[in-house]
């Protein structure tokens, strides 16, 4: 079963959008994009989930990284 967590090592902020990306199985980039897209017509409402999901989004363990992910 496939668990939500801040990602420690795709972060820029926070590590939300690596996280959502690691779970979803798509390319970090596209999120970010995505969620700077919402972000500037969505009226701060994005930024507010951003803060919410980081502050109630637990953080990565480094023991659940997917097999043969490569480390930097």
Do not use: Q, W
């Not at 090592?9 to 690691?22: E, P, W, Y």
């Not at 897209?37 to 480094?62: C, D, N, Q, R």
């Amino acid at each position: 079963m496939k668990k939500l967590y801040r990602s420690e090592s795709d972060k820029r902020i926070s590590g939300v959008c690596g996280g959502l990306a690691r779970y979803l199985n798509i390319d970090t980039t596209l999120i970010r994009l995505l969620a700077v897209a919402t972000a500037l017509f969505s009226l701060g409402t994005v930024v507010f989930l951003y803060i919410l999901a980081s502050i109630l989004m637990p953080k990565e363990h480094y023991n659940s990284y997917p097999e043969g992910y490569e480390y930097y």
